[in-house]
Nanobody
Framework: QVQLVESGGGLVQPGGSLRLSCAAS????????MAWYRQAPGKQRELVAS???????NYADSVKGRFTISRDNAKNTVYLQMNSLKPEDTAVYYC????????????WGQGTQVTVSS
């Protein structure tokens, strides 16, 4: 089973930036579409961004133009660069391989907390 370890979260002021990382164990990482999800308190987990094996990306409308997803298949790692952060971006962020239906494929990791507040 693949294990996912997210890191890079923290407390940042509105307008600030953070870069999240997600390391996946195992050698099958490169075969999957990878995605970042987030879950705010009292809300369902939502898809934020995805990236195919060859680097094609898609973003939720709420983050388009502010977030950038990337991946390094050699390092089994996916990244999320978050700029111009807003308080509504506050959530626990998770990565996972993405199914055709948009849900996560592997067991979820512990996530990384992002808090945007002044």
């Amino acid at each position: 089973q693949v294990q996912l370890v997210e890191s890079g979260g923290g407390l940042v002021q509105p307008g600030g930036s953070l870069r999240l990382s997600c390391a996946a164990s195992g050698s099958i990482f490169s075969f999957y579409v990878m995605a970042w999800y987030r879950q705010a308190p009292g809300k369902q987990r939502e898809l934020v961004a995805s990236i195919t094996r060859v680097g094609s990306t898609n973003y939720a409308d709420s983050v388009k133009g502010r977030f950038t997803i990337s991946r390094d298949n050699a390092k089994n790692t996916v990244y999320l660069q978050m700029n111009s952060l807003k308080p509504e971006d506050t959530a626990v962020y998770y990565c996972n391989a993405m199914t055709l239906g948009g849900s996560g494929y592997w067991d979820w990791g512990q996530g990384t907390q992002v808090t945007v507040s002044s």
